[in-house]
């Protein structure tokens, strides 16, 4: 008997051929531009636009927001995977739906959300204002925005992972009289590192594309406050098109880094699961 999904071969043609067009169409014809707009006037302008000060400011500035934001969300996303994953607690289920905020939030809305409490006229403006504490407008906005809309994504990774692997071995090991670090540093921390590896890359990969909240509490400040996704913009509506793709491109080849990275962990930790179901 035929099975359900056996379908005939021009039907099977036919779809994988409409799903290519589709995905070269929507994804790799605009990859394409970005780097031929980029290298329209040759090498010499590329370079020149990615070493301007502005743009090297911006470059500067994107790292160090991951630099910063990064770590503190792999901090963060594990102890909150190790909370909700092996131990039960009133508001578990609160705590989870706190951690999914910013996936339903829009960024713009979070970036208005620190505008009114750091702002200058905000919740807590006065008294920065009288401590001469910058927030919003200056790098730790910038930071705290890129935290906020980046922060599920090494906990949303690891919460399933610890779920299905359970509290046994941790369990075990500390009825072996293991303490609390060498549990989690020798038992639970093998198990997950390469969904951590793959979080870490998601984190990384939007705190260095995010724009949205960024844009609302950077203001805009050349050389200061733009990131490079925010640089992208200023030179795009000034028609510095090549300039615009040649930063755009740094962000297309991180792009692309980060599915190379993320199909390599990935497969391994595929190959991890099925040594771990052996």
Known sequence: MRAATGEPRPVRITLILLALA????????????????????????????????????????????????????????????????????????????????????????????????????????????????????????????????????????????????????????????????QTFSRVTLPNIRWGLLYGILLTNARAMGEFGAVSVVSGHIRGETNTMPLHVEVLYNEYNFVAAFAVASLLAGLALVTLALKSFLEWRHRDAIAAAGH
Do not use: C
């Open 22 to 181: 589709w995905l070269g169409l929507i994804i790799l014809l605009p990859l394409v531009s970005v780097f031929v707009e980029a290298f329209r006037n040759g090498w010499a302008a590329y370079q020149n636009a990615v070493l301007e000060p502005d743009a090297v400011s911006a470059i500067k500035l994107t790292l160090l927001v991951a630099a910063i934001a990064v770590p503190f969300n792999t901090v963060f996303g594990i102890a909150a995977a190790w909370a909700i994953a092996k131990h039960d607690f009133r508001g578990k289920d609160f705590l989870v739906s706190l951690i999914d905020l910013p996936f339903s939030v829009s960024p713009v809305v979070a970036g208005l959300i620190y505008i009114l409490v750091f702002g200058m006229n905000g919740w807590l403006g006065p008294w920065l204002r009288a401590h001469d504490v910058e927030v919003v407008f200056a790098v730790p906005g910038i930071v705290l925005a890129t935290v906020f809309v980046t922060f599920p994504f090494v906990a949303r990774e690891l919460i399933p992972l610890m779920t299905a692997q359970g509290r046994d071995e941790e369990e075990a090991a500390i009825t072996l009289g293991a303490g609390g670090w």
